[in-house]
């Protein structure tokens, strides 16, 4: 019993203490995406990407690859930094602003950070859910194609923001999660794969089965009554699902901005690659976007190698650990032979000794 407790603690212990010292951290993910960038991002391919952006009137892009970069230590030409600073100022940079906000705000379909803000801003005071959420309502009145993620979220962003009146804002940050789904899906930033498992998730938390049936008797044209069923609808759902999926998405778009998140959703095919996209940015911070944009699914990649490595190394711990065990168990075997050996030759030596005399 002994020796069955002592192996018990000698391979459970070591085991126990590899397992929380080699999963990986924030640090290690960092090295490993840096690592990566370089083989993928040397000084001609960051610059050849900064003067297409630019070109395109697209100053966000650029910033995205000046700030990998920055992070690689990469001398980029002053020449395209003066560029960029030229583009991101003056007239013509606060003319871009003003048309992608006022279009952002009314369309829900912004266009670069200012434009998806607004869009996002639209949503938060519930008008761009209500807007969306009864223009569905009356494409199933009558009888046209529905987008069923928009409308799930559309439901789900009402429910939100009646929490955060309740909450005094509290529920804000969940609720822009949300926002950027509806605006990711709107503009044709999620890919099929991600939209589909994200559509199953919405429809079931929000019940969109239901709400059809509930606006089916109303006429399309009484905007009023749609909104109201609309409403009475999302007071009943249960978004905690949804909250805990988007929830990444919200993270994402603290460390970078709305765009950017966007960009970065564009590569995320479930929901485990969107918790790894969560952990990809709170480890490179800002430039996680242009690493997306340089790298793809090798991000991912990666991740998964240092994932891989350290299970690899717990392993071939475990299987050092079973084979010394095994060695040990071996030895007490003998030992213990060789010692009941001893003990009855003894005995008959004894037996001898005492007949002879």
């Not at 999963?23 to 040397?42: E, N, S």
């Not at 962003?157 to 009146?165: E, P």
């Not at 938390?205 to 009484?222: D, E, K, L, M």
Request: glycine share 6%; charged share 25%; aromatic share 4%.
């Amino acid at each position: 019993m002994m020796v069955a407790g002592l192996s018990v603690a000698i391979i459970v212990t070591p085991f126990t203490v590899s397992l929380t010292d080699t999963v990986p951290t924030d640090a290690d993910v960092r090295d490993a995406l840096i690592t990566m960038l370089k083989q993928v991002a040397p000084k001609e391919r960051l610059e050849q990407q900064i003067v297409s952006a630019l070109d395109r009137d697209a100053p966000e892009e650029a910033e995205d690859y000046l700030d990998v970069a920055e992070l690689l230590q990469v001398p980029v030409d002053p020449a395209l930094r003066t560029r960029f600073a030229d583009e991101n100022s003056g007239l013509r940079a606060a003319e871009r602003n003003i048309r992608r906000a006022a279009m952002g705000f009314v369309t829900g379909e912004g266009e670069g950070t200012v434009g998806m803000a607004a869009a996002i801003a639209s949503d938060l005071t519930v008008v761009g859910d209500m807007r969306d959420l009864t223009e569905q309502a009356s494409r199933i009145v009558r009888n046209e194609p529905v987008d069923d993620l928009v409308l799930g979220l559309s439901i789900a962003g009402v429910s939100m923001s009646a929490a955060t009146v309740v909450t005094a804002g509290g529920a804000l940050p969940i609720k822009t999660g949300i926002s950027l789904a509806k605006l990711a899906k709107k503009t044709g930033k999620l890919t099929a794969r991600f939209q589909d498992e994200l559509s199953w998730i919405v429809a079931r938390a929000v019940n969109t089965s239901a709400f059809r049936q509930s606006v089916a008797g109303i006429p399309w044209y009484r905007v009023d009554d749609l909104a109201r069923a609309a409403r009475s609808h999302a007071a009943r759902v249960d978004t905690r699902e949804v909250q805990g999926v988007l929830a990444s998405v919200t993270q994402v778009s603290k460390v970078t901005s709305p765009s950017r998140t966007l960009a970065i959703l564009r590569h995320v095919d479930n929901v485990k690659e969107l918790q790894d996209a969560e952990r990809a940015a709170k480890a490179l911070g800002k430039p996680v976007s242009g690493a997306f944009r340089l790298a793809g699914k090798r991000v991912f990649s990666a991740m998964a190698h240092i994932v891989k490595f350290t299970a690899k190394l717990i392993l071939a711990l475990i299987a050092a650990i079973l084979g010394a065990m095994s060695f040990l168990i071996g030895l007490f075997i003998k030992v213990r032979s060789a010692m009941r050996l001893w003990r009855g030759l003894r005995s008959r030596l004894s037996s001898a000794r005492v007949k002879a005399a």
